[in-house]
């Protein structure tokens, strides 16, 4: 069975900074997809950013980008120029390539951005 | 508002009553999935379906939990004889599967139940 694991509970960055946030999961697959998902407090879960493994090019997203190291199978997520509205839960997440499954999601325990002023 | 939206979006009740949470995906989408968030935790999948037919469930889905998706639009989930374990925020989310698209999942905002 996949795994996620995030490693960070909390991670604090000062307003403009930037700031990295780890992932490693775990899977016999060799094609599948990772993502970052974004929930602020008391609101929905939104997409961040998305990297299919079989593609060696790292996904950017304006501020968002990844780096994505598939033989170590890490996923991190590096926010840039970090803004107040950053501020929430981020969780990284796996899911297989479609084949004719659930394609459900496999999330990690989430890490908790704080933004300073 | 053509986003996932979830009905309540709190339910607080006493243990042993039975509640049911609704679902409406966005509404081109055939797939939709139910996952539950305890607090500290990432959400967990409990279920999913393609258009009416429930077609995988987690060993987290015991026999109190029912969910149906009658005409392949809306999905009900109802959780008998409730536990105080039951507590949790309950997601729903939806996906368009289609040959090339990239059954990308859209969340609903949850409903937080709160088992006294």
């Known amino acids: 069975a996949q795994t996620v694991t995030q490693s960070q509970p909390e991670m604090s960055v000062q307003e403009a900074e930037t700031v990295t946030l780890s992932c490693t999961y775990d899977t016999s697959e060799s094609d599948y997809y990772l993502f970052w998902y974004k929930q602020p407090p008391s609101r929905q879960m939104i997409l961040v950013i998305r990297q299919e493994a079989y593609k060696q090019q790292n996904a950017t997203e304006n501020r968002f980008s990844v780096n994505f190291q598939k033989a170590a199978k890490s996923f991190s997520l590096k926010i840039s120029d970090s803004q107040l509205g950053d501020a929430a839960m981020y969780f990284c997440?796996?899911?297989?390539?479609?084949?004719?499954?659930?394609?459900?999601?496999?999330f990690g325990k989430g890490t908790k951005l704080t933004v300073n002023p | 508002d053509t986003g996932v939206s979830q009905n309540p979006r709190h339910k607080i009740t006493k243990r042993g009553q039975n509640v049911t949470f609704r679902c409406d995906p966005i509404?081109?989408?055939?797939?939709l999935y139910w996952y539950r968030q305890t607090l500290g935790q990432g959400p967990e999948f409990l279920t999913y379906f393609q258009n009416e037919a429930q077609l995988e469930k987690s060993r987290l889905l015991s026999d109190r939990f029912s969910a149906e998706r009658p005409k392949g639009s809306f999905s009900t989930l109802e959780i008998q004889r409730t536990e105080q374990g039951d507590s949790a925020m309950y997601l729903c989310?939806?996906?368009?599967?289609?040959?090339?698209?990239?059954?990308?999942?859209?969340f609903g905002p949850g409903t937080r139940l709160t088992v006294t």
């Open positions: 997440a796996y899911r297989r390539l479609p084949q004719g499954g659930s394609e459900k999601l496999v």
């Open positions: 989310a939806s996906s368009l599967a289609a040959s090339g698209g990239s059954y990308e999942q859209y």
């Open positions: 509404s081109e989408h055939n797939r």
